[in-house]
């Protein structure tokens, strides 16, 4: 089972659409989580954090679930300028030399 | 600002030769990182450093030596480049506190193999 796993898609929702993805990692004792955006042939962007508690940046809301080991970022009213690809990141214990752990990515493409 | 710049941005070898890439930080960040990024593979990290003069082992190290000599560069080298070797290779950089701290990337190097 790779560490971290993410449905690939692509998913092609049209404008104005809500969307939500979600990324499962394997080890329970990993400790930060991000979402980052790669524009296609671009370097990845941090999109935001993943807290405990969830979190929400605008039409961005990112969720963890500690229990089942996923977290999930939802769109809502998505804009063209939202498709792209967007990588679950995971950190997993202090001490792995792999530090953080990127999954392979879910890819968006946003209609008019 | 720059931020982290990356050269070359294209580059196409053929097999056996060495070259080395370079990673450039203006923003003053202790830790950097080698990743490639592969089709359907996410960025696995090859080297990364956790300040000036030191280096350590990433998840892929084989193949690929670093140096970090001035805080603001690290250099990736192949000594003798392999066709599995062709990927994207990102630089990037930290505040200190890997793997809580959000990292900031170049835009890459697109190394060809033949």
């Known amino acids: 089972r790779k560490e971290v796993e993410q449905d690939p898609g692509p998913f092609n929702v049209p404008e104005g659409a809500t969307v939500a993805f979600n990324c499962t990692y394997s080890n329970s004792a990993s400790q930060s989580f991000f979402w980052y955006r790669q524009d296609c042939r671009k370097e990845p962007k941090l999109l935001m954090s993943?807290?405990?508690s969830g979190n929400e940046d605008g039409r961005f809301t990112a969720q963890l679930n500690r229990a089942s080991q996923y977290i999930s970022l939802l769109i809502r009213d998505s804009k063209l300028s939202d498709s792209a690809t967007y990588l679950c990141v995971v950190n997993p214990p202090s001490g792995s030399a792999r530090q953080l752990t990127f999954g392979s990515g879910t890819q968006l493409t946003v209609l008019p | 600002n720059a931020g982290v710049t990356q050269t070359p941005k294209f580059r196409v070898l053929k097999t056996g030769q060495s070259m080395t890439l370079l990673c450039a930080q203006d923003m003053n960040h202790e830790y950097m990182y080698w990743y490639r990024q592969d089709p359907g593979m996410g960025l696995r990290l090859i080297h990364y450093s956790v300040g000036e003069g030191t280096t350590a082992k990433g998840e892929v190290p084989d193949g690929y030596n670093v140096s970090r000599l001035k805080k603001q560069n690290f250099l990736l080298g192949l000594e003798s480049a392999a066709p599995s070797q062709t990927s994207v290779y990102f630089c990037a950089s930290s505040l200190p506190g890997m793997g809580n701290q959000p990292q900031h990337f170049g835009d890459g190097t697109r190394l060809s193999i033949l």
């Open positions: 993943v807290y405990s």
